[in-house]
């Protein structure tokens, strides 16, 4: 065994702080998620680790996800957590999720068909798209606008201009 003793992991998802040098979260294949927090790693989260970010305005404001959209957030750097998509369908293995590039109280997430959008951390939840016939594999929001969405399955892209009021089919 040419391995004893190394500690390997999987990574799914990892996120930098954009104002601390020393905050890191990472989602592991079936070792959950860990969070570096001025430079020592915890367990913040069991089950397998998946999507994760860190608010690029406070990093005590995190998200950690395991299977199929279970997604949790903190504000005290994981001392304690709140469990914010009980209200939303369960989603794929690997769910999801976004943090809005212009307004970092505005979360993404989209399990299964849908598309849901949080502008309070995930307090509460609107479905901004609905996307049948596959699960939503990724989304992303424009750096230069929100309006501006995108979402992909693994057959089509949808965008939307309007926030998701209206979505196009933009495959091809």
């Known amino acids: 065994d040419l391995s004893n003793g190394l500690i390997i992991s999987q990574l799914y998802r990892i ?46 404001v995190q998200y950690g996800s ?16 709140t469990y914010i998509s009980h209200t939303l369908p369960s989603g794929v293995w690997v769910t999801p999720f976004l943090i809005d590039p212009n307004r970092h109280n505005t979360i993404y997430f989209a ?23 596959g ?3 990724a989304i992303d929001v424009a750096p230069s606008n929100s309006e501006y969405i995108y979402a992909a399955k693994t ?8 926030g998701g009021d209206t979505w196009s089919d933009i495959t091809g």
């Open 135 to 137: 699960d939503i594999w």
């Open 15 to 60: 996120s930098v702080a954009q104002t601390s040098d020393n905050d890191i979260i990472a989602g592991l294949q079936d070792n959950g998620t860990k969070s570096m927090i001025s430079g020592v790693w915890t367990d913040v989260l069991g089950a397998d680790g998946m999507d994760c970010g860190i608010d690029y305005m406070a990093e005590v």
């Open 155 to 162: 057959d089509a892209i949808y965008k939307t201009e309007n």
């Open 66 to 81: 395991k299977q199929n959209g279970d997604l949790y957030r903190t504000t005290n750097h994981w001392s304690s957590y």
């Open 111 to 133: 399990p299964a068909y849908n598309l849901y959008k949080s502008r309070n951390r995930g307090d509460t939840w609107d479905r901004i798209g609905f996307f049948p016939g």
